[in-house]
């Protein structure tokens, strides 16, 4: 019994990852789908993942894509973009997003 409930701790402790928006991070905009506004330009496309699964957990898939919209903004600053925008769902834990450099409003 002691060694199924120490399982069930680490497993759900490991399921619960954090990733920290980084400070350049903050200035990156995730877009909506559809068309970009005009004036946007393309710096080009980002690849991020994050563990989806853990052993025979699946994480949450919000938290899941919540992770991987921090992981594109905090990567758009190496492509000199401010906004980023997700091309297709999330699968097994990656997601490919376009970055753009978008005049302020």
Known sequence: MRLLLLSAL???ATACTWVP???QG???QVLPAGPVASGCVNKGEVVV???SKVGLY???PLRVQEELETLARNEAHSASANAV???GQPAEGSQRFIAFQCPPR
Do not use: C
């Open 10 to 12: 680490t497993l759900s």
């Open 21 to 23: 928006i980084e400070p």
């Open 26 to 28: 903050k200035a990156v």
């Open 49 to 51: 993942s994050v563990k």
């Open 58 to 60: 699946n994480r949450n």
């Open 85 to 87: 925008q997700a091309v």
